[in-house]
């Protein structure tokens, strides 16, 4: 019995470490995955913005240990990061993709042609 509960308890101990954040690489892969499937991205557009995120993730958390010690620095540093990324993201977009891209960022939403009655 008391080796059950130790066992049953070692393992509830262990999941706030199998629960650790995870590497960069992994994290720019999720983010690669899901703008590539939101943006319908070829394979060479996908390896393109993979490599974006990573050098992002990497960027990040090479700055880390401004969190804690100066806040303000941290914020602006991460938020160059991000802006650098998103240039870059931009770039591996072709000129349509961009194109919609740029309106859903700006918050537009597509015209509509209208159409023209004809009388005759």
């Given amino acids: 019995m008391k080796r059950i ?8 101990l262990s999941f706030p470490l199998l ?8 994290r ?4 690669a995955n899901r703008f590539a499937k939101e ?5 060479r557009q996908r390896d393109n913005v993979y490599a974006v995120y ?3 993730e990497q960027k990040i958390e090479e700055i880390a240990h401004l969190e804690a010690a100066d806040a303000d620095a941290f914020r602006t540093q991460r938020k160059a ?9 931009i770039l591996s977009l072709d000129k349509y993709q961009r194109r919609d891209y740029k309106k859903a960022k700006s918050g537009k939403k597509k015209k509509r042609k209208k ?5 005759g």
Avoid at 19 to 26: F, I, T
């Fill in 81 to 89: 990061i991000r802006a650098e990324a998103e240039e870059k993201l």
């Fill in 28 to 31: 720019a892969k999720s983010k």
């Fill in 19 to 26: 629960a650790q954040e995870r590497s960069a690489s992994d």
């Fill in 39 to 43: 943006w319908q991205l070829e394979p």
């Fill in 5 to 12: 509960l130790f066992i049953v308890f070692a393992v509830l």
């Fill in 54 to 56: 990573l050098a992002q």
């Fill in 115 to 119: 159409r023209r009655r004809r009388f």
